[in-house]
């Protein structure tokens, strides 16, 4: 009878605990579920950062192809000038003393316009790589913040998960530990059945 008894209790705690176990691996998917989805997450704004750098690298070969533009327009209109003013020395070499003086202020004049030119366009070259640098370097700031928060969420999800399965086990054990207790103290008057 006492054999029977115990073989009831058994079974009856192999069934709870077998419980506690489905639980557990329960969690454990849920956990594996939370995980699965942080790393699609990463690889997504992994993606993302490759495509802002191949558009970085885009807007680096446009800086640079305008840059090859200009030079060899400032080449071409320097070539240009100097074939000039070689040209009217050679054709006005009777008058050259006044044609110096015409020339030497028309130069003059040519220069300081190519250089405010040329000054205007570093200006709004340097601007523009300022500007296009500074956005970039934002986006990536913010990106990386977005990233850095949702790891934390995710931290403090797997946590919560952690803390709240310790706590759901200790309870388990609890109970258990109450029920075994209970059942000891009627050890002879208290008989389990199942129906």
Do not use: P
């Not at 704004?45 to 070969?61: G, Q």
């Not at 003013?85 to 008058?95: G, P, Q, Y």
């Not at 640098?133 to 700031?141: G, W």
Request: glycine share 2%.
């Amino acid at each position: 009878m006492e054999k029977e008894h115990m073989g009831i209790l058994l079974e009856d705690i192999n069934g709870k605990f077998n419980l506690v176990l489905e639980g557990h691996d329960v969690l454990l998917q849920e956990i594996k579920e939370v995980k699965q989805d942080a790393q699609e997450k990463f690889e997504f704004l992994s993606s993302l950062i490759y495509e802002v750098n191949k558009r970085v690298d885009k807007v680096d070969k446009k800086i640079d192809d305008v840059d090859k533009r200009l030079s060899a327009k400032i080449d071409e209109v320097d070539k240009r000038l100097s074939a000039k003013i070689d040209d009217v020395d050679k054709r006005l070499s009777a008058k050259i003393d006044d044609v110096d003086k015409r020339l030497s202020a028309k130069i003059d004049d040519v220069d300081k316009r190519l250089s405010a030119k040329i000054d205007e366009v570093d200006k709004r070259l340097s601007a523009k790589i300022d500007d296009v640098d500074k956005r970039l370097s934002e986006k990536i700031d913010a990106v990386d913040n977005r990233l850095s928060e949702k790891i934390d969420a995710l931290d403090n999800k797997i946590d919560a998960v952690d803390k709240s399965l310790g706590e759901k086990i200790d309870a388990v054990a609890v109970d258990l530990a109450a029920h075994r207790a209970d059942t000891e103290s009627h050890k002879k008057r208290y008989r389990v059945s199942e129906e």
